[in-house]
């Protein structure tokens, strides 16, 4: 079983950058990639971006040019680099490892506490 564990969200002025970090650890035979996904309580969970263990990455369009998924395999963590933050980008936070097919996507792990960001206009 994958285990996933989000940190360094925080409180940020609009325009801003804020990094957060996955902390994976388990059984990641059936992870071919990892996803950033955000929650506010009035939207449901979305995708924000993925990393596959290949290199690929995608982004949504509302992030794309702002925000980066990057992943360190020695200390097996997932980063999130976000930069020119906009208000509604204010949402909780959450990794998970993932298994992508042609057809669906599949979360692998728990989902975690997740990570608050707060961004200030």
């Known amino acids: 079983q994958v285990h996933v564990a989000e940190s360094g969200g925080g409180l940020v002025q609009a325009g801003g950058s804020l990094r957060l970090s996955c902390a994976t650890s388990?059984?990641?035979?059936?992870?071919?990639?990892f996803g950033w996904y955000r929650q506010t309580p009035v939207k449901a969970r979305e995708l924000v971006a993925t990393i596959f263990t290949d290199g690929r990455t995608s982004y949504e369009d509302f992030v794309s040019g702002r925000f980066t998924i990057s992943r360190d395999t020695t200390e097996n963590t997932v980063y999130l680099q976000m930069n020119t933050l906009k208000p509604e980008d204010t949402a909780v936070y959450y990794c998970n490892a993932l298994r992508v097919t042609d057809t669906a996507t599949w979360a692998l792990a728990s989902w975690g506490r997740g990570a608050q960001v707060t961004v200030s206009s």
């Open positions: 388990g059984s990641t035979s059936s992870v071919n990639a």
